[in-house]
């Protein structure tokens, strides 16, 4: 057991937990936060295989521009009466 | 004067991006991209070429061969017909249009699996925003989301493929599962058909025609029910008869589903009222028909198959949606006579539905005939009896429409002029133009079978298969 | 290990799609589908002990173990691929939102 192997169980645990999190929530706008957090807990998963340029690429993209349009499309439309 | 094949795919995507600059001029712009391409798909250069710099098995190569020139020179005529038929509808869509037909090519051309991927991605996001026209959003994103499912198992099929082999060239690919367990071949193959069979329009992944095709106008109809499915369907040839040979176990479950789909499609069709949908179950029927075929290895069966539903279709989408908008009804008893104010339309309408159904004289009996005796040799006596009894539903429900809307009113009856829908034609000049031009060469098709074949296969077979299973040359006499 | 945690969110992804008649969150649920198969393409290109695979003057090529690089490719590819759909995905429920007033595909009605 060396510190690759924990870093890479407790990983695996977060990811599949904040997943359970993005799907199961009611709400739209907790949701989309933990889908941000899923992209930064697959960040952080890239960087420990060993692939650093994709996630910086994911840590952008994944994390900061969709969870932006995300944000930006319900945000626009939540006047309509629609529970965030 | 040869010239790469890459710039099938570089122009139109190249343009593209013009026509998004230049919005003023962008429906000149999809016209030249449409008909330059439509012109140089002529003048290719048979063979791999390297792209990239990278040598063959380590950077991506696109392959012509004649299976794939048969492809792209069939996609690139029919984006021409159909903006010919719908210039008005086609020019506010001229970017996606461009990158659209440059994922098709890219699709069909390609000879890596990742950059099919990719392809399949553009080409599919293009399909999306076309699917948008019809004014039913919540069909749209439906689409959205099968496609999006699909390429996420594509992706994944792809991967364990990856794993197994080490590479993503087709041909490479080929030579390294046939060394594989066919069990472990069984869950890659199953997921990738899954991807394919999306855009390909089979049965478990289909649930987006009726919204997307139902709804569908002149143009987006015809690009959907003909030139998309084209394009799907030789991909679907190229992995499944070429790249991953089905084993038979995944190959019984593969030629099931297509034949599932086949006689699933002739029913629903049989069932429907309005025109557009029989027409479009009618689609989902060939393309189960065609990918039957195609995962069973006959290849050349299986393109003429998707080049008579493809010229078919043409036709009668585009008719189809036109009535439609003119009419402002779908109902195709609620049509009744609407041809004998257009009689070239109707004219050309009723060929490429005789023609589906594979009536002798036309295409579409070579077609048939074609493959029924493909399996008839091999000694399978099963699926063409399922062929043959689709094709009665076929033809009874084609010839119920034909009759509504040549000869309203009831049966036994002669047609009074009252009886018929107003006054009011259905295409432009130009469009009744390509049109009456598609039935033509669905006739001389027909009446001369072997050079059709020729120009499809010149080597008589294609990927390796025996090219026509039988020759309708009419001998001279004492030719034994 | 983190190979079977990527598989189980496709699984994850999946259901939410499947259990949800809500546009955006069948939206969150492809992203989520789609950051687990980015996650298993790298762990399948995925080399124990392995080097990040970019040239620099400290890991010079022909001394280390590096991971595969095409694994990696593939993945910022498909990164910029699921950005786009899910930008068009989002412009469709915003269509959806305009016209029927909801983003609960299950008050539309069939047919529309």
Known sequence: MNWFNILEAGVSVLLVAVALAA??????????????????????????LSAPDVAVTEAVIGSGLVTFIFVASIRNLGKAGEKL | MMFNPVLLIAIPLGLAFIAVIFKKIQKWILALGIIVNAVLVFF???????????????????????FSAAGVILINILALAAIVIAFKKAEKFAPVILAGLAGMNGMILTGDLFNLFVFMEITAISAYILSSEGRKPAQSFNYLVIGSVGSV?????????????????????????????????????????????VEAKLLPMAGWVRGVLGNSNSYTGVMFASVYSSAA?????????????????????????????????????????????????????????????FATGFVFPAVLVVVNNAIGKLIMFSAAGSLEEKYGTDDYIGLGGAFNKNTLTGIAFTIAALSLTGLPLLFGFYAKLNVLAA?????????????????????????????????????????????????????????????????????????????????????????????????????????? | MIKFASLLLIVIGLYGILSTRNVIKILVGINVMEIGINIFIIAIGFVNGGAAPILSVDNPGSLLKFVDPVAQALVLTSIVIGLGVTALGLVFARKIHKKHGTYDLSEIGGES
């Open chain 2, 375 to 480: 399996y008839l040799n091999q000694g399978t006596f099963f699926v063409p009896a399922v062929v043959l009894l689709g094709t009665i539903v076929e033809g009874a429900y084609f010839i119920k429409i034909l009759i509504k809307l040549w000869a309203p009113g009831k049966e036994g009856e002669w047609a009074d002029a009252d009886q018929s829908v107003g006054d009011k034609r259905i295409f432009s000049y130009t469009g009744t133009i390509a049109v009456i031009l598609a039935a033509v060469l669905v006739v001389l098709s027909g009446l001369l079978p072997d050079t059709a074949g020729k120009l499809i296969a010149p080597e008589g077979g294609l990927l390796g298969d025996d090219g026509p299973a039988i020759s309708l040359l009419i001998q001279k006499g004492g030719d034994q």
């Open chain 2, 153 to 197: 198992f594509y992706l994944l099929g792809l991967i364990l493929l990856y794993n197994q082999t080490g590479t993503l060239n087709m041909v490479l690919m080929t030579e390294k599962t046939g060394f594989l367990e066919q069990t472990v071949l069984l869950l890659p193959v199953l997921l990738i058909f899954v991807g394919i069979a």
């Open chain 1, 23 to 48: 799907v199961l929530s009611k709400k739209l706008l907790v949701s989309i936060i933990f889908l941000s957090a899923l992209s930064m807990m697959a960040v952080s998963a890239f960087a420990l």
């Open chain 2, 233 to 293: 369907l030789f991909v679907f040839g190229r992995i499944f008869s070429q790249v991953l040979v089905p084993g038979t176990t995944v190959g019984i479950v593969i030629i099931t589903i297509a034949l599932v789909t086949f006689a699933a499609g002739q029913a629903s069709a049989f069932r429907s009222k309005s025109l557009r949908q029989v027409l479009l179950y009618s689609s989902i029927a060939q393309s189960g028909l065609a990918a039957a075929l």
């Open chain 2, 44 to 66: 290719v250069e048979k063979g791999e070429t390297a792209i990239g710099g990278f040598k063959i098995p380590f950077g991506i190569s696109l392959v012509l061969d004649d």
